[in-house]
């Protein structure tokens, strides 16, 4: 008996967590330079942030990582997500979502890597999580960069040499190209702290490439032969 198209998107998404949390994560980067001016907006994306923690976890859950360790680290994470879009000049919310939402980042792609590197077989979701763990290590990056400029003020400046705080979509911004290594970013990091992390990511992108898209890539020529 035919489920209908209803039933068969229902269960497509399903099978496809890291897919969901990829395309969620892409368009809140596209979201993001229309809603952060307002504190409407600020609000609506508090609601996709903790849809994206919502999906890291459904993800998280489909892998062999620990769900405990997961939990308690993104339910606490969601409700500062909350507090810091009502409240985004304080620094001690801030500074306290960033310390939750690093380490639960970070532990979702750990769990995203072990779960890619779980069988040798490549699955199509697997796919979507190379992707989705790529971003999730880049979100996990900027909020150590938000915890390290709100402890020593002033770790990141604009080429003009502000040094003002920098907004979360600018470290997300600097995350992505020091992940990636293009290096476009017109945020710098200025103070030894800030640079050390900075480097940390670098060191991160180029281990992630090498490890996880390499065995991909040989798992589907091997699948393929």
Same mark, same amino acid.
């Given at each position: 008996m035919d489920p209908g198209p209803m039933a068969r998107e229902v269960r497509r998404v399903r099978e496809h967590p890291s897919a969901v949390l990829l395309?969620?994560?892409?368009? =809140?980067? /596209?979201?993001? #330079? @229309?809603?952060?001016?307002?504190?409407?907006?600020?609000a609506?994306?508090?609601?996709?942030?903790?849809?994206?923690?919502?999906?890291?976890?459904?993800?998280?859950?489909?892998?062999?990582a620990l769900n405990l360790v997961a939990f308690s680290?993104?339910?606490?994470?969601?409700?500062?997500?909350v507090l810091d879009a009502a409240l985004p000049h304080n620094d001690a919310i801030g500074l306290t979502s =960033?310390? /939750?939402?690093? #380490? @639960?980042y970070f532990y979702v792609s750990y769990a995203m890597i072990r779960y890619l590197f779980h069988d040798d077989h490549v699955t199509h979701d697997e796919l979507f999580a190379t992707g989705a763990a790529f971003t999730v290590v880049a979100w996990g990056f900027t909020y150590v960069f938000a915890a390290v400029q709100i402890v020593w003020p002033g770790s990141f400046a604009t080429p003009g040499g502000a040094s003002d705080p920098r907004g979360w979509f600018e470290l997300l911004y600097l995350s992505f190209t020091t992940l990636t290594s293009v290096g476009l970013s017109d945020v710098a990091p200025t103070l030894a702290h800030a640079r050390s992390v900075v480097m940390l990511e670098q060191l991160a992108g180029v281990m992630y490439i090498a490890l996880v898209v390499a065995r991909l890539v040989g798992l589907t020529v091997r699948r393929d032969r």
């Open positions: 395309v969620c994560q892409l368009l =809140a980067v /596209l979201l993001y #330079p @229309f809603l952060s001016d307002s504190w409407e907006g600020r609506v994306l508090g609601v996709v942030s903790m849809v994206v923690v919502g999906l890291a976890l459904w993800a998280v859950r489909r892998t062999p680290l993104g339910l606490p994470a969601l409700v500062f997500t =960033a310390l /939750l939402h690093a #380490p @639960f």
